[in-house]
């Protein structure tokens, strides 16, 4: 078939490979003038890696591998633990902590070279039985047998199908960098995440001295940006125990983004005919659970099966919604309650057993609940 994918994200990259490896015709638009690698560190866990490996992707030589993750309360004491190292070993793939612009490369390592046309801004889109076609800013169009929109959070493709309803602000926001932060805990295989009154603060090894961290904030769209940003998170955060203090005095203003939280609640059908939506565009909710790429992953996995399958393509279009929709519905409940910013007092939190995770993640993929049938 002759496909067409908005965007070429880290979704739009990795459903491109499939597309191609299985003998189709494949052309991605991206709105943005050109290749755009920024952004912070991504967390990959063992249902996103076992994707990655399917793809040909290796991580053994990006980022950092992590072992544990630790919550903390503000003042130092533990308040659950979770093995991610038990979760590698059972269910075959480690949890790495990877930069989005390595990742990228990754994944755009190999295709062909002008597989993406840069400076398309889709701004219509429209089928008849057979064809469907994408009408650009700059007037041009492109007409294939299906589109696939991956095109992010503010998704021109979904608005052109459902409108904006359904895209609501959730209640925090991230400050987060990816920096060299000298500190012992960049050089483990530990993930703190660290909650009190005043937000949350999560600190991630990613590999070659690199350490990614990010602060929770109350947020609302109506908020006004601090004009020191980094001064705001040292009184609010500056107090808490080690090692945030010492991040926070390491960080430099150019190291910080922000991006508010969002959440679409998630329903069983996302396209119509012979559309389709992946990723963020189809799924946007905040980024509590750290299943973001992970679960953009999970949809190219399940879109690449059932586009193998014989049939009418759109019949197999609803075929990926529908096998998709009990796991990324789950997700998205739970990331839409912020587990990020519970603060579980510790005497709690040594109920949850410590493998907890090795479950959770079947329960949130394809991948790799398919693998043990």
Same mark, same amino acid.
């Given at each position: 078939? @002759?496909?067409?994918?908005?965007?070429?994200?880290?979704?739009?990259?990795?459903?491109?490979?499939?597309?191609?490896?299985?003998?189709?015709?494949?052309?991605?638009?991206?709105?943005?003038?050109?290749?755009?690698?920024?952004?912070?560190?991504?967390?990959?866990?063992?249902? *996103?890696?076992?994707?990655?490996?399917?793809?040909?992707?290796?991580? @053994?030589?990006?980022?950092?591998?992590?072992?544990?993750?630790?919550?903390?309360?503000?003042?130092?004491?533990?308040?659950?633990?979770?093995?991610?190292?038990?979760?590698?070993?059972?269910?075959?793939?480690?949890?790495?902590?990877?930069?989005?612009? @390595?990742?990228?490369?990754?994944?755009?390592?190999?295709? !062909?070279?002008?597989?993406?046309?840069?400076?398309?801004?889709?701004?219509?889109?429209?089928?008849?039985?057979?064809?469907?076609?994408?009408?650009?800013? @700059?007037?041009?169009?492109?007409?294939?047998?299906?589109?696939?929109?991956?095109?992010?959070?503010?998704?021109?493709?979904?608005?052109?199908?459902?409108?904006?309803?359904?895209?609501?602000?959730? $209640?925090?926001?991230?400050? %987060?960098?990816?920096?060299?932060?000298?500190?012992?805990?960049?050089?483990?295989?530990?993930?703190?995440?660290?909650?009190?009154?005043?937000?949350?603060?999560?600190?991630? !090894?990613?590999?070659?001295?690199?350490? %990614?961290?990010?602060?929770?904030?109350?947020?609302?769209?109506?908020?006004?940006? !601090?004009?020191?940003?980094?001064?705001?998170?040292?009184?609010?955060?500056?107090?808490?125990?080690?090692?945030?203090?010492?991040?926070?005095?390491?960080?430099?203003?150019?190291?910080? $983004?922000?991006? *508010?939280?969002?959440?679409?609640?998630?329903?069983?059908?996302?396209?119509?005919?012979?559309?389709?939506?992946?990723?963020?565009?189809?799924?946007?909710? !905040?980024?509590?659970? *750290? %299943?973001?790429?992970?679960?953009?992953?999970?949809?190219?996995?399940?879109?690449?099966?059932?586009?193998?399958?014989?049939?009418?393509?759109?019949?197999?279009?609803?075929?990926?919604?529908?096998?998709?929709?009990?796991?990324?519905?789950?997700?998205?409940?739970?990331?839409?309650?912020?587990?990020?910013?519970?603060?579980?007092?510790?005497?709690?939190?040594?109920?949850?057993?410590? $493998?907890? %995770?090795?479950?959770?993640?079947?329960?949130?993929?394809?991948?790799?609940?398919?693998?043990?049938?």
């Amino acid at each position: 078939m @002759d496909i067409l994918v908005m965007g070429a994200g880290v979704g739009g990259l990795a459903v491109a490979r499939v597309l191609l490896a299985a003998g189709h015709r494949v052309r991605v638009y991206e709105r943005a003038a050109e290749w755009r690698t920024g952004g912070a560190a991504l967390m990959i866990f063992s249902n *996103g890696a076992a994707v990655l490996h399917d793809l040909g992707v290796s991580l @053994d030589d990006v980022g950092g591998r992590v072992d544990r993750i630790d919550a903390m309360t503000a003042g130092g004491r533990l308040r659950v633990s979770m093995d991610i190292a038990h979760a590698a070993a059972h269910h075959g793939f480690e949890t790495r902590a990877v930069s989005r612009r @390595d990742l990228m490369e990754l994944l755009a390592d190999g295709v !062909p070279g002008d597989l993406v046309r840069y400076g398309k801004a889709c701004q219509d889109v429209t089928q008849d039985h057979d064809r469907v076609t994408a009408t650009f800013a @700059d007037g041009s169009t492109a007409t294939g047998d299906l589109l696939i929109g991956a095109d992010g959070h503010h998704s021109a493709v979904r608005h052109r199908l459902w409108g904006d309803a359904g895209v609501r602000p959730a $209640t925090f926001g991230t400050w %987060q960098g990816l920096s060299p932060i000298d500190i012992e805990l960049t050089r483990t295989h530990r993930h703190l995440m660290i909650t009190g009154r005043e937000g949350a603060c999560g600190l991630i !090894p990613a590999g070659k001295g690199m350490l %990614q961290w990010w602060f929770d904030v109350p947020w609302s769209p109506g908020d006004r940006r !601090p004009a020191a940003p980094l001064a705001e998170l040292r009184r609010r955060f500056g107090h808490w125990a080690s090692p945030v203090p010492e991040v926070l005095a390491a960080a430099t203003e150019a190291d910080l $983004t922000f991006f *508010g939280h969002h959440w679409r609640k998630v329903g069983p059908v996302w396209g119509k005919g012979r559309v389709t939506l992946l990723g963020d565009a189809a799924h946007i909710m !905040p980024p509590t659970l *750290g %299943q973001g790429a992970n679960q953009t992953l999970e949809d190219v996995w399940v879109l690449g099966r059932e586009l193998a399958r014989d049939g009418d393509p759109a019949v197999r279009l609803r075929a990926y919604e529908k096998a998709r929709y009990p796991h990324i519905s789950l997700v998205s409940r739970m990331a839409k309650r912020n587990p990020a910013n519970w603060r579980i007092p510790p005497l709690l939190g040594r109920l949850i057993p410590e $493998t907890s %995770q090795t479950a959770m993640l079947a329960c949130y993929s394809n991948r790799l609940t398919a693998r043990s049938r």
